[in-house]
Nanobody
Framework: VQLVESGGALVQPGGSLRLSCAASGFTFSGMHMTWYRQAPGEEREWVAGINSAASSTYYADSVKGRFTISRDNAKNTVYLQMNSLKPEDTAVYYC??????????WGQGTQVTVSS
């Protein structure tokens, strides 16, 4: 499993970002995909998920209505559109397939900082 996240940046509260995650090493089109985030001093938390056909999406209550997960199976890429960003969204964001196996590696993540 190889995952390369990108698109993180420093953004002001209320701003938007679009994260991307390029995946390889597994059958992307057959797997549910998820986004997680980890803030400093906190445990990694689940943010959003999408099924293999992109027909169903799922969100944590903290991001519902502000974030949108999508995927392009032709490009082996999953996206996270983040709108109305808040300081509490500051974290390193990771993507992964679902389920994550104990022996699966993680990508380096992409840093999102929301600050004025």
């Amino acid at each position: 499993v190889q995952l390369v996240e990108s698109g993180g940046a420093l953004v002001q509260p209320g701003g938007s970002l679009r994260l991307s995650c390029a995946a390889s090493g597994f059958t992307f089109s057959g797997m549910h995909m998820t986004w997680y985030r980890q803030a400093p001093g906190e445990e990694r938390e689940w943010v959003a998920g999408i099924n293999s056909a992109a027909s169903s999406t799922y969100y944590a209550d903290s991001v519902k209505g502000r974030f949108t997960i999508s995927r392009d199976n032709a490009k082996n890429t999953v996206y996270l559109q983040m709108n109305s960003l808040k300081p509490e969204d500051t974290a390193v964001y990771y993507c992964h397939k679902f389920p994550v196996m104990p022996y699966d590696s993680w990508g380096q993540g992409t840093q999102v900082t929301v600050s004025s």
